[in-house]
């Protein structure tokens, strides 16, 4: 089973940005998709981004522009950088390889813990 590890969350006020990290290990291949999905209070999960180890991104129209993902390949490590960041982005943000889109959810792959990001007005 991967294991995934996010870092990079906190508080910030409205307008600042953060960088967030998501290092995976234990896997014996190469993981294709790898992208992060956020869930606020009371709210879905939603996807933010994905993007293949051929560097194809797949991302939610809410926040392009904003939101950029990155990924290195050889290290196993996706980015999510989030610029002018707006109180509405407040979540915790998840890191996932490999999900399937099941129903309203997904299913399959792996998960990581979730860093929470707090955007104050």
């Known amino acids: 089973q991967v294991q995934l590890v996010e870092s990079g969350g906190g508080l910030v006020q409205a307008g600042g940005s953060l960088r967030l990290s998501c290092a995976a290990s234990?896997?014996?291949?190469?993981?294709?998709?790898m992208g992060w999905y956020r869930q606020a209070p009371g709210k879905r999960r939603e996807l933010v981004a994905t993007?293949?180890?051929?560097?194809?991104?797949n991302s939610a129209d809410s926040m392009k522009g904003r939101f950029t993902i990155s990924r290195d390949n050889a290290k196993n490590t996706v980015f999510l950088q989030m610029n002018s960041l707006k109180p509405e982005d407040t979540a915790v943000y998840y890191c996932?390889?490999?999900?399937?889109?099941?129903?309203?959810?997904?299913?399959?792959?792996?998960w990581g813990q979730g860093t929470p990001v707090t955007v104050s007005s």
């Open positions: 993007i293949t180890s051929g560097g194809s991104i």
């Open positions: 234990g896997s014996r291949f190469s993981i294709d998709v």
């Open positions: 996932a390889a490999d999900v399937r889109p099941y129903g309203s959810g997904w299913v399959g792959g792996s």
